[in-house]
């Protein structure tokens, strides 16, 4: 298994790259493709040999080649996030239709939280398909209805905390969990409830800080929802049957 390991974690800091571009372009509707990338602050393009993931940002230091500002590590982090998801997900479920469905899944997550935190939105044409493509592979890898219930059954969680907390959650966050309930199936609850608790801290912290105003300085929640899901889908079931145990 080990000889895997590297043919997913270079390919998958690939696909992180690819992400990052994803998360900074759809939101804008601007082509994936075209133009290719550019410095963010003297518009020089980006050569395909500063643009080898993690490799290039550690040549250039990460600094701009041309006018030496530095690179955000936006890029970096998310390249390593998704590799490290991608390998996870070959160790977690071998190399199978579920390991797809949960790297397709992950790769949701990974640019909803980017676009979450960036521009407060979860972007429809990154979500819906997304969730699509998983329900049928874990359908199909796994035949049984847990997966279509756990994708309608977190979206309408979340449908109905939107109607009952306007300005709590989002629409955004009922379509990310169309995505987490379809990759999670049993163990949805997990992943939600998981969520809300990462959540939880950071809401505290805000009230704390600002008393009640806090309620109006809504934080972003599919990055903490994102978390919750991946903690479900790699230890879901063990806390799960835990959960199950101590009832
Ligand atoms: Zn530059």
């Not at 992400?19 to 550019?38: D, Q, T």
């Not at 939280?113 to 972007?123: F, G, M, N, S």
Request: positive net charge; hydrophobic residues 55%.
């Amino acid at each position: 298994m080990d000889f895997v390991l590297p043919l997913v974690f270079v390919p998958g800091l690939a696909i992180g790259s690819f992400l990052g571009v994803v998360a900074a372009r759809v939101p804008l509707r601007k082509s994936v493709v075209r133009p290719g990338s550019a410095c963010m602050s003297c518009d020089a393009p980006i050569r395909w040999y500063d643009n080898v993931p993690v490799l290039s940002y550690a040549l250039l230091r990460g600094r701009c080649r041309h006018c030496g500002v530095r690179i955000p590590p936006r890029d970096l982090a998310i390249e390593l996030v998704t590799a490290l998801l991608l390998v996870g997900c070959v160790l977690a479920f071998g190399v199978t239709l579920k390991a797809a469905a949960a790297g397709i899944g992950c790769a949701a997550l990974v640019v909803a939280t980017a676009t979450d935190l960036e521009r407060r939105i979860v972007p429809n044409w990154v979500v819906l398909p997304s969730a699509v493509a998983v329900l049928a592979l874990q359908t199909v890898s796994h035949p049984s209805p847990v997966w279509a219930i756990g994708a309608v059954g977190g979206a309408g969680f979340f449908f109905l905390a939107a109607l009952a907390y306007p300005g709590g959650m989002g629409m955004g966050d009922v379509k990310l969990a169309l995505v987490i309930g379809a990759m999670l199936g049993r163990t949805t609850p997990v992943g939600i409830m998981l969520g809300l608790l990462f959540g939880i801290v950071p809401s505290i912290v805000l009230i704390a800080r600002h008393g009640s105003g806090a309620r109006k300085l809504a934080i972003p929640f599919a990055p903490f929802l994102a978390a919750g899901a991946v903690v479900a889908l790699f230890a879901g079931e063990h806390i799960l049957n835990a959960y199950l145990g101590i009832l």
